[in-house]
């Protein structure tokens, strides 16, 4: 139990904890102050879908709302599939053992594919898989009870549909799982399995540029993802809320000359979810009160961290990456993830290599945290197999050429 109970803590800490800038607030009907400058984590639940499930992104510093698309766009931004205008379907799998640092036994699994079937539309869908290995649970005398792998997956289903050669639009259904505990159950405590259904909106938006390189293209991706319902492990729990997500992405591709290409790649994003206020003796002293509705806490996100504007725009998470495909077969990528101190150990550089021939793909990233190997994401590895195959008139075209 307590091997699970640190997994679930790293998990929130790594991807979801916030804490607020330092600020002292006076108590109300004393003459005492508070420092309100230490840690206040959101509280959200399912942390597994905020980690970057693929390997390209994976290498560009968790960026991918706006990078050219490919088959694992459905996590990043699902509008993206209809602009792979010479491909019609393709598939991809990827493993990240996850957390070595605290267990081998960890690991997140990510099936993701599409089918264009024409040159407007295309449908998606992927399936998440994370496992925690094996945990005991014991009673109050340290007797074990059972034995237990928690897991956890999310499958979702997508559509997105292409308006013009520069702008699209996607929309993406989720439903998730999360089984932590087996139905473990004691005289104090009754936990079942967790789930809910969320939903992704996506806009993608893409133009040719002259900037004095030969193909240059600018790209704007944004998208709100996994919004939907609390989700709780037992009926008699308050509700949580799952990590809804605003992710504002821009692009830069250039092709320098016939073989050699380049891409820049930004992403902001922000948790849309409450920030707990600051309580003393059930008084809210500082903030605002975080158990409310879904669409109100999205609203509420904007506006409700206890010290003010200068912590909200602490929230923003930024990545950036970089982008090098020879003749489109060989690729190196690099990134930069970060996240404000106040806000959690998010901080992380990341290297990444591809290889691409005929229909197949195969990629590569390593993660490289700024605090060294003490961090619980060090070692971090990530391998994607993937297969792309054109559709029949990009085959003709090309015949025709020779």
Not at 240 to 260: K, Q, V
Not at 362 to 386: C, E, K, Q
């Amino acid at each position: 139990m307590r091997k699970l109970l640190l997994i679930i803590s790293t998990l929130t800490l790594c991807f979801i904890s916030h804490t607020s800038a330092q600020k002292v607030f006076k108590i109300p009907g004393s003459e005492r102050e508070i420092d309100v400058s230490g840690l206040n984590s959101l509280r959200v639940s399912l942390p597994f879908l905020s980690i970057a499930p693929d390997t390209r992104s994976g290498g560009m510093g968790d960026v991918g709302g706006a990078s050219t698309p490919d088959v694992n766009s459905q996590h990043w931004n699902v509008a993206k599939y209809p602009f792979l205008k010479d491909k019609k379907f393709g598939a991809s799998f990827t493993y990240t053992p996850w957390l070595k640092n605290l267990d081998n036994s960890i690991g997140l699994s990510y099936l993701a594919g599409y089918y264009r079937f024409d040159e407007m539309q295309a449908i998606s869908a992927s399936l998440r898989y994370f496992t925690m290995g094996e945990v005991i649970f014991t009673n109050l005398y340290g007797d074990q009870v059972k034995k237990y792998t928690p897991h956890e997956f999310a499958i979702d289903v997508g559509y997105s549909r292409r308006f013009s050669d520069k702008i699209s639009s996607g929309l993406a259904f989720r439903y998730t799982r999360s089984n932590l505990t087996g139905g473990y159950s004691n005289d104090y405590s009754n936990t079942t399995a967790g789930q809910t259904f969320a939903a992704d909106m996506a806009m993608y938006f893409q133009t040719p540029i002259n900037i004095g390189a030969a193909g240059s293209e600018y790209a704007l991706g944004v998208s709100i993802t996994n919004l939907g319902a609390k989700m709780s492990y037992s009926d008699d729990h308050q509700k949580e809320f799952i990590p809804t997500n605003l992710r504002i992405a821009n692009r830069l591709s250039m092709n320098i000359d016939e073989y050699n290409s380049f891409s820049f790649n930004i992403d902001l994003n922000k948790l849309l979810v409450p920030t707990p206020g600051i309580y003393v003796n059930d008084t809210l002293i500082a903030g605002h009160d975080h158990d409310v509705g879904v669409m109100t806490g999205v609203f509420q996100s904007f506006y409700d961290a206890p010290s003010g504007f200068k912590e909200e725009m602490q929230e923003i998470m930024i990545g950036l990456g970089i982008e090098y495909w020879y003749a489109q077969q060989f690729a190196v990528r690099a990134g930069y993830h970060h996240q404000h101190a106040n806000k959690g150990p998010n901080k992380y550089f990341t290297v990444g290599a591809g290889l691409r021939y005929n229909i197949l793909t195969l990629d590569f990233s390593y993660l490289i945290p700024t605090i060294g190997n003490n961090s619980p994401l060090a070692n971090t590895v990530r391998i994607t197999i993937g297969v792309d195959v054109e559709s029949s008139k990009s085959k003709k075209a090309k015949k025709g050429l020779k």
